[in-house]
Nanobody, 124 residues
Framework: QVQLVESGGGSVQAGGSLRLSCVAS?????????MSWFRQAPGKEREGVAS???????IYADSVKGRFTISQDNAKNTVYLQMNSLKPEDTAMYYC?????????????????WGVGTLVTISS
């Protein structure tokens, strides 16, 4: 019954922008779940990109600081990842995840639910 459904991926040129959305159903994320975005590029392991906790505090990977912004719309039960100044190295499958445990970093251990991903491809 619990689902995280990502959308907003696509193919854009370097320097462009995309906004990813993750709609949660079966759970209410407000005041309960920390939400995170992860990505996995071809030939690479999955890595944390950004997280937002129940207090609104955010964590970003160094590689995306200043370019990506994670946010949450509680009325829509949705988390977003605004991605600006995109680079070819941002190309990856992007996954949304939710966890009840506090998030102290960008690891995957505390995540209880995962979406199936949305593909982002950045060309030169």
């Amino acid at each position: 019954q619990v689902q995280l459904v990502e959308s907003g991926g696509g193919s854009v040129q370097a320097g462009g922008s995309l906004r990813l959305s993750c709609v949660a159903s079966g759970i209410v994320i407000y005041n309960t779940y920390s939400m995170s975005w992860f990505r996995q590029a071809p030939g690479k392991e999955r890595e944390g990109v950004a997280s937002i906790d129940v207090h609104g505090s955010t964590i970003y990977a160094d590689s995306v600081k200043g370019r990506f912004t994670i946010s949450q719309d509680n009325a829509k039960n949705t988390v977003y990842l605004q991605m600006n100044s995109l680079k070819p190295e941002d190309t990856a499958m992007y996954y949304c995840a939710a966890g009840e445990a506090p998030v102290y970093g960008l690891g995957t251990d505390g995540m209880d639910y995962w979406g199936v991903g949305t593909l982002v491809t950045i060309s030169s």
